[in-house]
């Protein structure tokens, strides 16, 4: 039996040489722009068709949530019913999502199956019909989920801060009301459908192991002229931030308190951005993160805590969130503002700053781990206009950002006394929190 | 296919190597057979607690998760009712980082006063979040000592209250860990593009030397036969009525296992499932409603959850339920909708494991029930169920005394 020193940690080498996969990209004959990822050692790929049809561009809440969940609803063909009878028989799985920019459509499916699933996803897309009895069904589910949603602590912070920072009536800070639900008929579904969902507004990823064939199958199904629209317009919103910072939105009998601080930011293309991922990660981005260790691993205030600057297309936005016991909550934002402080008015140490470059490598790494996750990554930065090189440029940040200009840009933007404050909680906490 | 090697060193420990080049990463997976199940009923969530505290220090290394994050990697838990299992990925150049960690806590741990005193602060809260202060968050609470009157299934991993977890000593965190964290209670897993031969010697450089410890015998008590059904009336603040009905069915070693599962799939798998497409769509009964087993390696359950559209009585959502189950249990499922079943499955798994870490834990879970080759063969023990099969699974297991009953009413 070798003798081994356990205190003595094997040891570490740095990540580097890193090999980022390049897209093949090509376009469809009516000028849809495909990107290709053709990786991975499973007979499958996913189709994802990414729209300009996200809340940016509905003129009233739910139409583009709703346009996208219902286009697999009933085709002018095929019943719902039959629909998913089909993605199901075929061992498919199709994934719609609509978020604050872009709305998306996924398959995900076996190649053995492609030449029956892509007609089937080019059935939902092109020719949804939006049946009015499956919308009644579905804007009521909606409509009770989104009461049982109502009930949570953090899904009311989470709806409800986003407004503080960007005005309720901008797309990344409304939130839906049933009585929203109410308003909207299959007629505006029909309409967002035909001017958000053509050929001029999309874009194709395709991710897994490429059959040599997929390239005519999306000819055939997606490369035609019969639904290209006129050209893009851009629309734009005002924002209107909150004029009080500190809010509170009463729970009855609630144990927890979700508190969320933040304030608007920017997305990618801000010199800044790349800086403060990396001071992000130092303060609540990751397990280790000051956050974490202060509110959990030291107090025990909570399950977990954490921090996140989020890009978006038209700006950004910085915020911290926890749930944590009700008697804590006045100490846990007590703590949250000592760590925004710490951070500006301290360097970070070399032997921290070491520790986060090195998860963020690593970290990095996981993120380029196979087809989907390459596509993703890529997905990103493309959508801001961006492209591979934001990556390599992150990565030289990651290594060499020094803790002076991390210190610099938390004195800059992570002012916690310029930062707006919801919490949400039982209301007999609403007096000790000098609102 | 997925090849891979076991080995067993002399300790007991259990080794799995799986060979993928296509990824610079590499993932470690360790899993001890202890769950939930091996709890003393006074000291409920013990088995969740002690995962925690497994990241507060080893007699060598004063905190886990730092050095790991150092070389890039990155790991996590989870327990429930069967087994706690812990994994972690890094790049392929910091491996021997893995070695060096998990050693170490299979080793000794450094039992420190603090973090066990902020540990079960944190799993309070974590009890707090997703059971007390979540619409229906307590359903589960409330359903297993319904349906199990014997069996330690009867509490969830998380415990019966916070209460157990405040009142843990740290002599029971001593006893915990010297009789299940042992070499021979473990299953050690590593994929990635790594060289057997390489994984063997450090395994053998860094767990070889741990003792061995004592063997555990596990000797639960089997649930008795249920001969009459049972229902439980609770009124909570949400916002809708809910049911949630369960039935005891096989263990997952049973031959019998792969038909009951396929029920669960016919009645709710994907969309076109039946209880989504006549109890949601047609009838607008539900908000939604699913069917699933709870795959546990001792006897477990089949389960029917659903939330009430408003306006809907119990009487009428029940009916509704058992009239879709009267038909699984009278008629054979017609070949399409068979083959249905069985070609989502398999697409389930291709998606499944398209990572390392996804395979090394598949493996390492096989291999605890008996039979790592599951990996390549579970497919296949879905294709052999007949329809017949299925039907008289189902009429077997979905019975009136056979059934436990939650009423989650809205307070009015």
Redesign the interface.
Known sequence: MQTINRKIEPKGQSIENWNLKEPDIYYLSNGIKVVEFDAGTQELVRIELIFRAGSWFQANNFVALATNMMLREGSKHNSSARISDQLDFYGAHLETTAEKDNAYVSLYTLNKHLQNTLPLLMEIVKEAAFPEQEFLTFSGKQRQMLEVNLQKVNYIARTRFNSLLFGKSHPYGNYMITEDIDKIQVSHLRDFHSSHYHASNCIIMVAGKIDPELKNSLERSFGGDSWVKGEYREIVHEVKTAEKRTHFHPKPDAVQSAIRMGLPLFNRSHPDYQGIMVLNTLLGGYFGSRLMNNLREDKGYTYGIGSAAIPLKHGGYFFISCEVGSDVTVDAIAQIRLELLRLAEERAGEKELTLVRNYLLGSFLRGIDGPFAMADVYRDVMEHGLDSSFHYSMLETIQGISSESLRALAEKYLNPDQMFRLVVGNPELEASLSI | MISYERFTLSNGLKLIVHQ?S????VAMNILYNVGSRDESPERTGFAHLFEHLMFGGS???PKY???L??????NNAFTNNDITNYYL???L??L??A??LE??RM?NLAFSKKSF??????VV??F???Y?????GDAWLLLRPLAYKVHPYQWPTIGKEPAHIEQASMEEVKAFYNKFYNPGNAILVVAGNVDTQQIVELSE??F??IHKGEDYVRNLPREPVQTEARSLTVER????DAIYKAWHMCSRNAPEFYATDLISDILS?????RLY?EL??KK?LF??INAYITGDIDDGLFVVTG?L??GCSFETAEAAIEEELEKVRTEPASD?EL??VK??????M??G???VLDKAMNLAYYELLGNADLINTLIDQYQKVTAEEIRAQAASILRQENSSTLYYKAES
């Open positions: 993928d296509s990824t610079p990463l007699v060598n290394i998760d730092e050095p994050q150092r070389v890039g990697g990155e990925t890094l790049p150049v910091n021997e980082t070695f060096w050693s170490d080793l005193d902020v540990q079960r602060n944190v809260e974590e707090r979040q997703n007390l202060n979540q619409p229906y450089k860094w070889g030397s603040k949400v916002p809708f798998a994907g969309q076109s499932g497409q949601v769509k607008r908000s939604d939330k559209m408003k399409t083959t249905k070609n989502r499955m398999e697409s389930l291709a998606f494991e398209m990572r």
